[in-house]
Structure formats: C-alpha cells, structure tokens
C-alpha cells in the first residue's frame, strides 16, 4: 500500500478545490541551473545514461525538493525517450541538443515504426517512477509526462531541433496520410506510455506540445490537437490513468485554450504570452490553468521577481484552479536562489489571498 499524500494542493487545484496556498513547480525544475544536478549528470557519463539510471534520475528528481518548497515532483526524464526506443538513435551532442541518427521522412520509415513495449523497451522510466514514488514516500505527487504527438514527430521527422521544424511542416502539405500515420503511431505510443507510468505510480499525467503554437489554426486542429484528443480519450479509457489529472500544454497556443479545455483533460499549461486572467475567461472555469510567469523574469532581482509573482496571481485572482509555473522551462544560467525566492513568495503571497 502506498502511503497517503501529506501535500495534495496539486491535485486538488487540478479538481478546482479550495487550497491554503498556490500549489506550485516549476517545469524543468531538475536541470542544469542546479550544481548538484551538473554534479550527478557528470557522475552519470551523460544525459540518456542519467535518464536511463533509475537510481540517479530520482536523486535528480528529488534536488529541486530538497532546496524549494515545491508542491510537486516531475519525472525526470525527456519526451524523446519515445523515439529512441522506437530505434530513431537518440544521441544529446554537448551544448547542441538532442539530435537522432535515423530520422524519419518517408512513408516507408514511418510503416516500420510500432509502439514500443513499455515494460522492456522503456522499462527504465516505469522503474524510475516506482523508485521515485518509493523515495517520495507520499510528500508530494508525482508528475509523470510525455510530449505530444506533434511535437515527437518535430524532432523526429527533423532528426535534430529547429526554429520551424519545416521538414515535418512540408510532410503535413505534400504527404498528409504519411503525417498521420506517424502522428496516429505516435498517439498510442504516447497514451500507452503515460498509462505504463500511471500504472507505475504516477500522480498526474502532463503532455508537453511545445511547438504546437507553431501551426497554424485548422492545422493545429488537424495536426496537434486531434492527437492530443486521442492521447486523452485513451487515458479516459484506461484503468489507471482514468484517475490522474491529465494537464495539456500547447505553447503558443493561447487561441485554442478553450478547444483544449474541452478535450476533458483537467488543466492546461499556459505559457506567459496572454495574462492568465484573459486565459481564465478564455476556459470559462472549466479547467485549472497552469503558468505563466515569464522564464526570463528569474534572471531580474528578488524583489522585481516577487513583484512579478504577484501580478500573475492577481490575475489569476481567488479563483479555484491555478498551479503556479513558469510559462516555459527554467533555463541554465538561473541563480537557484532566484527560484528560492519565487516558490516562496508564491506560497506567501497566496495564502493571504486565499484567506482573504
Ligand atoms: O521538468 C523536469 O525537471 C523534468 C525533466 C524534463 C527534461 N526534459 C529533462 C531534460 C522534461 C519534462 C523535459 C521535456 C522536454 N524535453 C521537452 C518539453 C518541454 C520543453 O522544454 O519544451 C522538450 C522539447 C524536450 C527535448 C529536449 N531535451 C531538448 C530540446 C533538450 C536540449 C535542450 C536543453 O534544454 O538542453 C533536452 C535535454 C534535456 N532534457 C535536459 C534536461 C534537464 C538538459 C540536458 C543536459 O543535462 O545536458
């Protein structure tokens, strides 16, 4: 039996309950900004042989907790463990990021792609959160995660990152069916992986599509979003993941907020370029929203850090249903103690709001 949660303002912002205080974590919150985590990632050889080690990826998970009073704990891993256990070859060059040896452009390498086997082929991960929930011991939830189907193919169909992944753009135009047939392919891996790992003990469920926004309107529709509406629809059928809060996160995608609220997920990312007041409206109370301070105010001092802080939950108001994020990852050259200064003011200021 696993033990009950001693911190459970996550999930209960994410059914829209009343807290004391904003939950609050902060995406990419094991990283590099942190020496303890260069420390361990050096120990580990590398990126995959950290992410591959289930020991240290949870004592990677765990720095941020031991530093910040953070409400939540996210798998550390990547989306694209996905598309190296399907064979892509997934190599991160040092400083240049992640790059595959067999990207996927035609029809023929995408028949060759199936879903692969979570308990062998991505064993690693579902042993990662079993031994993270163990280590947790029920202080706070555990996000489980994946990326989104569109954004997968980005960099599969790309082989590498880019400022407009038109590879994969110009595959949507001139071959549609081989784009979804990889996007279909990809859907259930993705619904299939977030299930292994609700099955595993994970505790809410994120799907990052972070170059959704980068689509246009009715291809957001038919390329992003229809996955990300599969991937749900699977999660809902599943008899794990039914239970878990599922939180989307399109960046860029602040026009389709409310065709997102609709996919019944229970909250939605929301990056930090629309006030998270106009994106509330936007959702009508729907869902919980998750954001959206600026990434880069981190680098500003304590007190415009603070001051910042503020204006987002302002914004937000006494609402039921924010989680406090930033609106995109923490970055490397952030100073730890900047973030020290976020998560508690977030708490602080808050309460009093709350209370009020
Ligand atoms: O948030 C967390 O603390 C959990 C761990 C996590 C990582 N990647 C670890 C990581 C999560 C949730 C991700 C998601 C991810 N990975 C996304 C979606 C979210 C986003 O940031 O948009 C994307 C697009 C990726 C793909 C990826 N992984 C890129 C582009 C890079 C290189 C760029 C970079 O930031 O270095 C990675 C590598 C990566 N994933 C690192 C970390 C901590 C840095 C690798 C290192 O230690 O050198």
């Known amino acids: 039996m696993q033990t009950p949660l001693k911190n459970d303002r996550l999930l209960r912002a994410l059914r829209r309950e009343p807290v004391d205080t904003t939950p609050v974590w902060i995406m990419r919150q094991a990283g ?89 082929e991505l064993r690693y991960v579902m042993d990662a959160v079993r031994v993270i929930r163990r280590e947790l011991d029920g202080s706070v939830p555990l996000i489980g995660f994946s990326g989104s189907p569109w954004t997968l193919a980005c960099y599969m169909v790309e082989g590498q990152g880019s400022r407009d992944f038109a590879t994969l753009k110009a595959m949507c135009w001139n071959e549609p069916t081989t784009a979804h047939a990889l996007l279909g392919t990809l859907a259930r891996s993705v619904a299939a992986y977030l299930c292994a790992q609700a099955a595993a003990g994970a505790q809410a469920l994120m ?39 599922i939180i989307l996160f399109s960046k860029g995608a602040n026009s389709h907020l409310a065709a997102m609220a609709d996919t019944g997920c229970a909250g939605l990312g929301v990056d930090w370029t629309i006030d998270i007041g106009d994106a509330r409206v936007a959702v009508n109370g729907k869902v919980a929203l998750q954001g959206n301070l600026d990434p880069a105010v981190l680098r500003a001092s304590p007190e415009i850090i603070r001051r910042e802080a503020r204006k987002v939950l302002d914004s937000y108001g006494k609402h039921p249903g924010h989680v406090f994020n930033l609106g995109h990852g923490v970055t490397p050259e952030v100073d730890p103690e900047h973030v020290k200064v976020l998560v508690d003011e977030v708490h602080a200021y808050s309460r009093t709001l709350h209370a009020a």
Not at 35 to 55: C, D, H, I, V
Not at 216 to 225: H, I, K, M, N, V
């Open 207 to 245: 799907v990052f599509d972070t170059w959704g926004g980068m689509l246009g309107p009715a291809a957001f529709r038919e390329f992003s979003l229809r996955y990300l509406e599969q991937v749900v629809d699977a999660l809902k059928a599943d008899e794990h993941a039914r239970h878990l809060p």
């Open 32 to 120: 590099r900004y942190l020496p303890e985590y260069r420390a361990t990632r050096a120990k580990a050889g590398s990126f995959m042989a950290l992410a591959q080690n289930p020991e240290l990826a949870c004592e990677v998970t765990l720095q941020p907790l031991r530093r910040f009073d953070l409400d939540a704990a996210i798998l550390f891993s990547d989306i694209l463990t996905i598309p190296d256990a399907m064979g892509l070859g997934l190599s991160f060059a040092q400083g240049e990021g992640p790059q595959f040896a067999h990207p996927v452009r035609t029809r023929a390498d995408v028949d060759k792609l199936g879903v692969p086997d979570m308990e062998t």
